[in-house]
Each structure stands twice: as C-alpha cells, then as structure tokens.
C-alpha cells in the first residue's frame, strides 16, 4: 500500500453546522483547514479536528472570500473546497473556479440553487416536472395557473397584468 500526500480540506460555513463532517475528514488524515464569520468564533466547533481556522465577517461578500483564500492558497496548496451550508454553495463554487480545484463551479451550482435552472435540467433528464406559471408585476405574483395560461400569455401577451412605466 502507497502513502498518499495528506489532503488538505477547507471547509467553510456561515451557520453552526458540519462538526461531523469536519471530524470525518481529520479521521480519514486530511488537513482541516476552516472558513467561518467572525459571529460564529465562539461556536461549538470540533477544534480538536481543525488545524487552521479563518474567520471573515460576511462570506457572502464572495469578491472579499475569494482575496482571502487566495491569500492563504499562497502558503498552503488547497486541494478541495467544501461547503458545509447551503448559503455557501455559490462561494465555494466561486472559490473552486478561481483557485481551479476540483468540484462543482458556478455552472453545476446553478442546477442546484437555480429554481428554474433546475426544472430544465430535471426535464431534460425526463424527469416529470409540474407546469406551473407565475405572473410578476411591481415585484408580486400577481397570478399563478398552468400550462394553459402560459399558452394565454403567449397568445394574448400581459396586457393589464403588467404595470405601466410610473404607475405605484
């Protein structure tokens, strides 16, 4: 049996969760690298499990993750990024494509988080997917129905469903 190089992990999480996961992959001889916000500092994370631990103030503020992991990727090889919450997903996709790890980027991402962009690709999968519509005005549904009123709209247009430039 070989010795492969330790693994180096970030994982990364806005919200209180992963500890498992985070102690999984220490047992399995990864280096724990973690990404957390400041508010979090204080949680009941499995430090014994982690060798660094980073903490940001927002990570959704993707442009300033993406300069401070770069920051750290210069001292240390990161070889893949996990997201421990969903709020993550985008970040770490965005990490993932700009550092060029392994991984699903924003495209991939996109499939997951988009709503429609994840009813086309069910679809093309031929997998069953309701017909619904939901018509927008002044940022409100203002009526939802089915394939037939799809097919309404795209006969008839949005006529008074659709709000006049300057109306409230």
């Known amino acids: 049996m070989t010795n492969s190089p330790q693994k180096t992990i970030l994982c990364i999480s806005s919200y209180e969760k992963g500890q498992e996961f985070i102690r999984e992959c220490k047992r399995q001889g990864a280096y724990v690298s973690f990404l957390t916000v400041t508010a979090l500092e204080h949680a009941n994370w499995p430090r014994e499990s982690i060798d660094e631990i980073y903490y940001m103030p927002d990570l959704s503020k993707t442009d300033e993750v993406i300069r401070g992991v770069s ?10 990024i996990v997201a421990l919450d ?10 993932r ?32 997917v309701p017909d619904f519509v939901h018509v927008l005005a002044g940022g409100r549904i203002v009526r939802s129905g089915g394939k037939e009123l799809a097919l309404q709209l795209e006969k008839e247009g949005y006529g008074e469903l659709a709000p006049r430039r300057g109306a409230a």
């Open 71 to 80: 920051f750290l990727a210069r001292t240390r090889l990161i070889d893949r």
């Open 86 to 95: 969903d709020y993550d997903v985008w970040t770490a996709a965005n990490l």
């Open 97 to 128: 494509e700009h550092l060029r790890l392994p991984g699903m980027g924003d495209t991939s991402v996109r499939y997951f988080r988009d709503k429609l962009a994840m009813r086309v690709k069910a679809q093309q999968h031929g997998i069953l």
